[in-house]
């Protein structure tokens, strides 16, 4: 008989077996000590341990279920397929009801990642014992990735027959997380936090789930708690960073920022860890710093791109006013969103140029200082820059969507700005249409109506066509009765 292996590396998962689930005792613990110690030989000396699993087994051991299984996962534990598979065989010749010997098949075959013949053989040992906890969890964890419905099956499965084994809680929420389903996994994870005893593994999933689940207050509460069990858990302290920024508690996030970078070799830092860093900065008003993080977090992931991080970074840099590197920032995003690009993702990068131009404001010339005039020269240049850029990008956004009055109204404010003094009327025509597909809405805001009109009232008032300037102002009474620049308009056009 070929050799055979350690003990049951603590007989068929005897934490979650207990001794009268199967027909057979099990291991006695001196008769497991024997298995663990010929085990040890396995690798050095396999004949020696072959010969000591013979002398275990000669009496009336022959036919001893148990044993013959803990033989058999030795040798597979030390990589010996072939011995593991003859122990599996003379276990189930022994007694073919018997779940322990199917439950070693199915992992021999799993070791091999033949998951579906693992899974039949753990669907034999539930056959034969329903009460086969270990082939249950083996069949479920064996699925999670490949099909994690599968997995929820067998558990449920297991908890309708078994509900008040708490573990299955636990595998339950696991394989619902796999499936992501979190807001069920949620739900099982809860049941068993209450009823279990979580270790910080657990904290850590329980925790994940909740910030997955944008439980952020109580997914804080968790890693709290977990931290409290074992201090130094990078992912604990991850999502300590990660729920801070989430409930607004920017200081203690950067806190806690610094707490989880400390140790800068770490090789276990991913883009998002960079991300939350800088999101933190930022929400922070420190700005230069979170521009350092958002650039490592843009460099860490080198196998995907991220469009997002450019964006986000874009809106920190709008935030401190500096449109040049928001411009630049948003034109990154949008260059790596390709085709994937929304409309409104154009729109607001017309928007973008547009407030740039705004915040380019002509300084008043000083007469004791030369330099004034042309300080404002170059921002009216670069302001009309930014200017014919937003035209350009509302008029994609127009032609893009044509029933929307959006590109044809920030066109008309665009062009506006380009013709303060309303001489040329280039914001004329974009009003119109603008206002053409706003009346055709009756929840249209009524500010953008106003506004539309208003220009238009304006406009028309200018070219001294004081009748059709009265039809505007006319229209903004209908809807705003008090309003006062149409009051005062149509006063001064009264014969």
């Known amino acids: 008989m070929i050799m055979k292996t350690k003990v049951l590396s603590a007989l068929c998962f005897s934490f979650l077996l207990s001794a009268s689930l199967y027909a057979q005792e099990p291991l006695s613990q001196d008769m497991a000590k024997q298995v663990d110690k010929i085990a040890a030989m396995i690798k050095d000396n396999p004949d020696a341990a072959e010969d000591a699993f013979d002398e275990l087994l000669k ?12 033989i058999g996962r030795a040798y597979l534990d030390n990589g010996k397929i072939d011995a593991a598979k003859e122990f599996a065989e003379d276990a189930r010749k ?7 010997s199917y439950v070693l098949q199915g992992d021999i075959a799993l070791s091999v990642k033949d998951v579906g013949t693992a899974c039949g053989f753990y669907e034999q040992a539930i056959l034969f014992d329903e009460d086969c906890f270990e082939a249950y969890y083996k069949y479920a964890n064996a699925y999670i990735g490949v099909n994690p419905q599968l997995s929820v099956n067998m558990l449920l499965k297991l908890k309708e027959k078994h509900p008040g084994e708490i573990r299955v809680d636990r595998e339950l929420a696991n394989a619902y997380y796999q499936m992501g389903s979190y807001g069920k996994a949620k739900q099982v994870f809860d049941e068993y936090m209450q009823k279990g005893q979580p270790d ?28 409290a069990l074992e201090a130094d858990n990078h992912l604990l302290k991850r999502l300590k960073m990660y729920d801070l920024y989430e409930t607004k508690a920017y200081v203690e996030g950067i806190q806690a920022g610094d707490v989880f970078f400390a140790d800068p070799n770490n090789p276990d830092f991913v883009y998002m860890d960079y991300l939350y860093r800088a999101r933190l900065y930022a929400a922070n008003n420190e700005i230069d710093k979170a521009m350092v993080e958002f650039d490592k977090a843009m460099k860490a992931d080198e196998t995907t791109v991220h469009p997002e991080i450019a964006k986000e970074a874009s809106e920190a840099q709008q935030k401190a006013q500096n449109y040049p590197e928001a411009i630049r920032l948003y034109k990154q995003y949008l260059d790596e969103m390709n085709d994937k690009a929304e409309v409104t993702d154009l729109f607001m990068f017309g928007r973008l140029y547009y407030m740039a131009a705004g915040a380019l404001s002509t300084p008043v010339a000083d007469s004791t200082q030369t330099e004034a005039p042309i300080v404002a020269a170059v921002d009216t240049i670069q302001m009309k820059a930014y200017l014919v850029e937003a035209d350009t990008i ?12 959006l590109g044809n109204f920030w066109r008309a404010r ?8 309303t001489s040329q009327g280039l914001a004329k025509p974009y009003y119109e249409k603008a206002l053409a597909i706003l009346e055709q809405n009756p929840k249209a805001s009524k500010n953008v109506l106003i506004e539309c009109e208003s220009y238009l009232g304006y406009y028309y008032f200018l070219k001294e066509e004081y009748e059709q300037s009265k039809v505007y102002w006319e229209k903004i009474l209908a809807i705003d009765p008090e309003n006062a620049t149409a009051k005062q308009a149509m006063e001064g056009l009264q014969p």
């Open 200 to 227: 910080v593994q657990d904290y850590s999933r329980y925790s994940m789930l909740l910030y997955l689940n944008k439980d952020y207050a109580q997914s804080l509460d968790m890693v709290n708690k977990g931290l």
């Open 94 to 100: 022994a007694d073919s009801k018997n779940g322990e």
């Open 59 to 70: 009496g009336k051991n022959k036919k001893n279920v148990s044993l013959l299984v803990a």
């Open 414 to 421: 665009t062009n506006a700005m380009l013709d303060p003094e």
């Open 394 to 405: 509302f008029a994609q956004v127009a032609e893009r969507v044509p029933d929307n009055y």
